[in-house]
Structure formats: C-alpha cells, structure tokens
C-alpha cells in the first residue's frame, strides 16, 4: 500500500510549491497518490499529476468540499484509508484542521509537523518551538502526518500521472462557510519565496511598515511580522511567522525591529542567510544573524532600499 | 451553557528549554510552570460568556500528573467556577498523547454535557495542534480551529479562523469545539483576593482508569536531542558594507 498525500488546493488551485515539497517527503515512504478535494479540484487535479514521483492522482469535485471544511473532508479521507499505510499533508493551517481530525477517525496518534523522514514508521519533530527535535517511532498501524515543507525540497515536474475522478464522503452537516477575508498581494508567497523581509514592533506603525514594504518589493521578496507587528495592527495575521505563525526558510530573511523571541526564531532560523537590523546590539536575534547591523531601521531601511 | 475549558500545565513560555545530555528529554527539574498561553485565552474566553450572560458555568479539566492542580487553581482565581484533575501520570517527564487526552476528554464531556468546549490551539511543549480537533472527531461534532473571534447565536457559533492566506470565517453548529489563536482575547490577571477564593472552589479529582482509558502513548520517544546551530556571523559596520557582504554571498 502507498501514501495518499492531501494536496493543498485553494479555490480551486494546487499550491504547487507546498504540495511538490510533501511530495518529496511521502516518496521517501512510499507510491504517492496525491488527492485534490474542493468545489472545483480538476484543474488542480491536472497540475498534480505532472508533479515528479506521483504515482495516481484522485480528484473529488463536491460544493461540500469546498473552503477545505474539517469535518467534509476528513469524512472523504477517512473513506479512502483502507487503501494506503500512510495519510499525509504539507502542514499548512488547512492540514492541520483536518488531519487530526482523520487520525483520531482513524484511532491513531498524528504526526505533526514532521520536518525529517528516518524510516516508514520513525520521523523527526520539532517540539518547544524548535528547541528539541524528537525523533518518534510509531506503533500505529497507520501513519497520519503533516509534513514541515521546508525541510524538503520541491519535487519537479515533468511527470503525466492517471487521474480518476471520485466522489465525495457524505457530509455531516455540521459546518458551513460564512466568508473569507484573504490578503490580495502580487507579492510572492511567503512560505515559498526565496526573500523575505519582516518586520517587528521597532517598526512603529502601520505606516511604517510601508518602508518593509518597499524594501521586499526591491528584492521582489514577501513581507513578514513578528507576532507584536501583528497584535499592534502594523500587519495582518497571515504575515505572523514564528512558532504559531509561518515557517519559512528562504535564502535570504531580513528582520527589522525584531528583538528575535524564541517563538519567532521557530519560524525562521533555518533561513539560508539571516540579517538583523536592530538599534539594540544585545538583541537576541543577533545570535543567528549571518550579519548583523546595528542601527536605528528609519536610517537604516531607506538607505539599503536605496542601494540595493 | 456549560463552558468546558482543558487547560495544560507546560514549561513557562519564557523558560530557555534546555534538552538534556542523555538526549532523554528535555530537562524539567526546577523550571517555572505555568498554564499553557492559549488555554488562559480559552479561559478568559469561557469567563467573558459567563459575564455576557451566555454562559452560566465554567468547568476547567486537565489530564496529567497531580502537580496540574496548581494550574486548575490558577483557572479557578481568573474565574472558572470548578475544576476536574484527571490523574493519567505520576512522573511529571510523561506528556499525555493528545488522542489519549481527547479520549479522557470525551468521557468528561459525556459527564459533563457541555455546549462548547474550548481548547487551546496548540500546547506550547509538544506543539501538536492536534488535541481540539481530535475530541472535536470522537464526539461527532463540528469544529472551529484558530479562533480570533467568537460569537456564540442560538444553536451556532460564527468562528473567524487565522489560516494561511488570512482569515476564514465559518458557522459551526452548536455543541462544538472551539480551539482559540492568540488574538482572540487579552487574558486578565487573577487578584489576589480571587486567588485566595480560588482555593475554595471545588477540585474533583478521578483518574485515566476512572474512566477506562489506557493513556500509554502510540509515538515511542526514540530521542530528544538540539536542533543544528547556527555558525556564528559577523556585525557590519554599515549598510555599505552589509549590501557587499551580502553581494559577496550571492544574496541578492
Ligand atoms: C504562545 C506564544 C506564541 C507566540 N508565537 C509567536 C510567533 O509565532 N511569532 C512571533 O514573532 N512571536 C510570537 N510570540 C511572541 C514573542 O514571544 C515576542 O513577544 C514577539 O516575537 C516580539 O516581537 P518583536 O520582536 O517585534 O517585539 P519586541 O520584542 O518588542 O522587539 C522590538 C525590537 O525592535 C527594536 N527596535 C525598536 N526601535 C528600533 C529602531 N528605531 N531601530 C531599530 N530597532 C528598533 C528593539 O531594540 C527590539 O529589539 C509568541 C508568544 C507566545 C506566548
Ligand atoms: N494534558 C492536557 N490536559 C488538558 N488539556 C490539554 C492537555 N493536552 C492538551 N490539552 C488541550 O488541547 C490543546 C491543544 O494541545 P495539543 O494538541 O497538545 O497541541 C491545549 O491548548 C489544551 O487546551
């Protein structure tokens, strides 16, 4: 039996780089047959099956697998378990609403956020914010896991897996979606882009954060926050990275006015360079900044903007 | 309404957590506990219902070793009404499974007949982010996840979640459980005179066996060790010299 791996798909869309990294991950446990639920999956459906490694692509169409709904879509899940050891996902918010919803339909334990594959039954997690790394074997028999994305890298495409059309679980009745407040951004994703530059409460203002603003806009990056930027109203939620925001792991991460708390280094320290820009030389974030400037940011920002 | 709020006893979030040499586990001796932060929200949460009128009893619950009774008495001097410690351990090194805790969980909440239940998002020691959804899937009941905002409508509640591409707002039917972000609420203090009124409150206490559950855990612990560390860098001088450095590194 294989890994039926969850794919990430927004209205309709498949969430390439989130999917391509699980995909990675599942292959190293076993055939992958990626599912693409929602009101409208086929499209998705179709860019699953070229990404490499997928061995069978299902795709279920049903207004109440739209908006990703626990309770419609671990039923659909659950209804297919019998085929597969292993159920898994790229650990987004959606994944990790219905995961362990399936595992305890399932009565097994959930996996989370696994950031490291040792065998088909033994896994690395991260726990306390990224300050230990488990290593857990499991004696269940089946695995329910949400994969950490940015360890693995994203599997390529190039492929031309079947895909079969199936049909969705029945729905419970038991929610129903009221609406959604999404962020509109020509801005690259933040958990897939190669640059990010965040923000903190040093910023000041919303204002201000235009200034961040235009500096990822510079170096074409995506814009974070520290968890304060957010509770002060500077940025929207969906910016947050840290232990129960974003993971990230660019190449390159920027922190501006950000003191560099446990919680948000667990969102961002395996970020290939890491700059600190902070007017506080004894702030903890310097102690994983590739390099580190201390300065005041309303000097500093402008000036990097411009020289960049 | 009955509110019931599962509240965990983890290492203080301000606690450097330090993994221990044998790579047994991470080193509990002599460091500060507290409530796990989320569950003061689902508290604050649960007690601002009981102000509003909606609800009339707030019951906190948690399932671990003895030492969690300080933790229900901090509960109990914000405001909760009573408690209910389910022993499942006696070595404070043992973490519950969340599907163990959901499963204790289930049999209080079929005692107990809540109309909701609120959890928090995630424990801060394990970060599962598993425990809400899993009783949410043993009782049969819908489920609202990462609340920043709760209102509660006859038979309904409208939950505004925190996901990935913002926020999503749903309509779950009631009974539910809810599991709270960070935003939803600013949790208070207790005062010092609830804290004294607190250690009246009523502190029931039963056992995992009580309730014919078997809390050992699916998931050996094989090692706990340090995450890689950072090479140290360098501090620059100037922005001059950080655009070259990181022209140097390929960076930009
Ligand atoms: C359960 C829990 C979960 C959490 N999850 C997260 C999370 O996911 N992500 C997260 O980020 N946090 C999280 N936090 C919060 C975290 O503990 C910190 O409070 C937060 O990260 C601090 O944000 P900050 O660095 O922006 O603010 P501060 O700590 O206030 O730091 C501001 C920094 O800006 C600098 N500064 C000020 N003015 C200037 C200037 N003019 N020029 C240059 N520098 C300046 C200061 O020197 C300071 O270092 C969580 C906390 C808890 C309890
Ligand atoms: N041992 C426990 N006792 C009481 N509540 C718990 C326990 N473990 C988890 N919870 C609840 O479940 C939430 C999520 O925990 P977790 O799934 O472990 O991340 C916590 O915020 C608590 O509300």
């Known amino acids: ?308 | 309404m009955k509110v019931l709020v599962p509240v965990k006893r983890v290492i203080d979030y301000n606690v450097k957590v330090r993994v221990k040499a044998d790579q047994s586990g991470v080193d509990l001796a002599n460091v500060k506990m507290s409530m796990n932060p989320f569950d003061e929200i689902a508290v604050e949460q649960a007690i601002r219902l009981k102000e509003a009128g909606t609800a009339d009893e707030v019951v906190v619950v948690s399932i671990g070793v003895k030492q969690s009774q300080e933790t229900l008495r901090t509960a109990m001097a914000m405001g909760a009404d009573r408690a209910l410690l389910v022993v499942a351990a006696d070595n404070v090194e043992t973490d519950i499974e969340p599907l163990a805790v959901a499963k204790i969980l289930a049999k209080v909440v079929e005692e107990e007949q809540p109309g909701i239940v609120l959890c928090g998002k995630q424990a801060i020691d394990n970060d599962m982010n598993a425990t809400g959804q899993m009783l949410s899937a043993l009782l049969g009941w819908s489920q609202g996840t990462f609340a920043s905002e709760l209102e509660l409508k006859d038979d309904a509640a409208i939950v505004s979640r925190e996901v990935d591409g913002g926020l999503q707002t749903i309509k779950v039917s009631l009974p539910s459980v809810i599991t709270v972000d960070l935003r939803l609420n600013e949790p208070r203090y207790a005062s010092l005179p609830n804290i004294m009124k607190a250690k009246k409150k009523p502190l029931e206490e039963k056992t995992a066996a009580d309730y014919g559950i078997d809390p050992t855990p699916r998931l050996e612990v094989l090692s706990t060790a340090e995450p890689a560390e950072r090479a140290a860098g360098i501090i620059v001088g100037s922005v001059d010299e950080l655009v070259s450095k990181l022209k140097e590194a390929g960076a930009v």
């Not at chain 1, 699980?22 to 086929?42: H, M, P, Q, W």
């Not at chain 1, 903890?284 to 000097?299: K, N, R, S, T, Y």
């Open chain 1, 1 to 308: 039996m294989g890994v039926l791996l969850l794919a990430e798909v927004n209205n309709g869309e498949l969430a390439l780089d989130a999917t391509a990294k699980a995909v990675t991950a599942a292959k190293l446990i076993g055939d992958v047959t990626v599912l693409c639920a929602g009101e409208r999956a086929a499209v998705a459906g179709d860019a699953a099956a070229k990404i490499d490694g997928v061995a069978k692509v299902l795709v279920a169409e049903d207004a109440s697998l739209g908006h990703r709904l626990a309770e419609t879509t671990a039923a659909l899940i659950v209804s297919l378990a019998d085929q597969f050891d292993h159920i898994v996902a790229p650990a987004t918010t959606d994944a990790k609403n219905v995961m362990p919803r399936v595992a305890a339909l399932l009565d097994v334990m959930i996996i989370s956020d696994a950031s490291g594959v040792v065998d088909a039954k033994t896994f690395e997690r991260p726990i306390y914010a990224g300050n230990a790394v488990q290593t857990v074997k499991t004696a269940d028999p089946k695995v329910v896991m949400t994969i950490r994305t940015t360890g693995f890298d994203a599997a390529a495409d190039g492929n031309d897996a079947p895909v079969e059309t199936i049909s969705a679980a029945q729905d419970p009745g038991l929610s129903s979606w009221v609406e959604d407040t999404l962020a509109q951004s020509d801005r690259p994703e933040l958990t897939s882009a190669g640059v990010v530059v965040s923000g903190g409460r040093g910023v000041g203002s919303e204002d201000d954060f235009k200034m961040i603003e235009a500096l990822a806009d510079k170096l074409g990056a995506a814009v974070g926050a520290s968890r304060a930027a957010v509770d002060s109203g500077y940025a929207p939620n969906d910016w947050q990275v840290g232990q129960t925001g974003k993971v990230v792991a660019p190449e390159l991460y920027i922190a501006v006015g950000i003191s560099g708390a446990i919680q948000h280094l667990a969102g961002m320290k395996d970020s290939k360079i890491i700059v600190a820009i902070n007017k506080d030389e004894e702030a903890p974030i310097f102690q994983v900044a590739d390099f580190g400037l201390v300065a005041d940011l309303f000097d500093a920002v402008p000036e990097l903007t411009g020289k960049l």
